[in-house]
């Protein structure tokens, strides 16, 4: 009887301890799920230490040869974190039996920049084989492309995988356009869980790189909110007639297209924003007030396109088993 009340206590001590630690057992499994599921700037630490320098090289050398390179690996970003996340599927080509991105409206024969994306996966392979995602290695180089241009450094935030699959129809549908008005442009970036702030910010990215003819003739000969001088200039090189010069390029920045400052601000102030969606930030709105503040402070500019970037690196990235790490960033394994 004694020695089977006392198993009779200690069972019930040991139930009271457990009912008692229950929840912070829950606490802690639930910390470390979640924890699993968040990037860090430190995630290569260990597996490939050397994956920074590695992709700033590649860059470095790609906007040595062609400084435009660097906006077209900016925009490279930009148009693969919009389409379900920044999951790498923009690098995916089509196949006979695989649809990407690149033939949406918004990529179709205007995103560039692909091949600097593989160089750089080529020289991290050789380095941490089978490692790094084609999607952190695009983050990295976006980064560098700004700070190379002369803009603002940040660490980015790591831990994606790559997508198996790709999306056409969200590409067409959730890039915004350069043809939208503000309150269009304000519910694609609430979209993605960005804010006007984000949007005012992140669209200083326009302050390096150029535009096809196709993406601002409506702008230059249709609308009124434009310097009629700045219009004419850009008349000259861009055909009123559809068809007719699509291709040809005019700077976003008229000042400085290859160095990334606040010049794109101070243009939309005078009403020299080469795109429609550009002049929508300054002309009459919500946003006027944030544009005139980063076209007379460069550090305000660039701290909230810092956090703008960080944040828009956020969107759903694929963690843990999801996805994949390509081997070659066009195609699946």
């Known amino acids: 009887m004694l020695f089977s009340s006392q198993t009779h206590s200690f069972a019930k001590a040991m139930a009271s301890f457990s009912t008692a630690f229950a929840p912070l ?77 690149k033939t949406a409206k918004p990529n179709n024969g205007s995103v560039r920049g692909f091949e600097v994306i593989d160089s750089a996966k080529s020289a991290v392979e050789k380095a941490c084989p089978g490692v790094v995602s084609c999607a952190d290695i695009l983050a990295i180089a976006a980064r560098d492309s700004v700070v190379i241009l002369g803009g603002p450094n940040w660490n980015v935030k790591l831990g994606r995988r790559d997508s198996k699959t790709a999306s056409l129809s969200t590409a067409n549908n959730d890039i915004p356009s ?42 230059i000969y249709n609308d009124t909110d434009i ?12 055909p009123k007639t559809t ?9 976003l920045d008229l000042q400085t297209p290859t ?21 929508e930030l300054f002309n009459g709105g919500s946003t006027d007030s944030q544009v005139k503040a980063y076209s007379s402070s460069y550090s305000s500019f660039f701290s909230d396109f810092v956090a703008g970037m960080i944040k828009m690196g956020d969107i759903k990235p694929l963690t843990g088993k999801k996805g994949e790490i390509r081997l070659n960033c066009r195609k699946v394994n």
Do not use: W
């Open 243 to 251: 068809g007719s010069g699509d291709t040809n390029l005019a700077p």
């Open 227 to 238: 310097d009629s001088s700045f219009a004419k200039t850009r008349q000259a090189n861009c």
């Open 259 to 279: 160095h990334f400052d606040n010049n794109y601000y101070k243009n939309l102030i005078k009403f020299k924003g080469l795109l429609h969606s550009d002049q």
């Open 178 to 219: 350069p043809s939208m008005n503000l309150a269009n442009l304000t519910a694609k970036f609430a979209a993605q869980g960005l804010s006007v702030k984000d949007l005012v910010a992140l669209s200083g990215g326009h302050t390096i790189g150029l535009a096809r003819c196709v993406s601002f003739r409506a702008h």
């Open 25 to 101: 057992a829950l606490v802690l499994l639930l910390a470390v799920g979640s924890s699993s599921a968040q990037l860090t700037t430190d995630y290569y630490s260990y597996t490939c230490p050397g994956v920074f320098s590695t992709v700033k090289s590649a860059v470095q050398s790609a906007v040595a040869k062609e400084n435009r390179l660097g906006a077209s690996i900016l925009r490279l970003f930009f148009h693969d974190c919009f389409v379900n996340g920044c999951d790498g599927s923009l690098l995916l080509d089509d196949t006979a039996t695989f649809t990407g991105e």
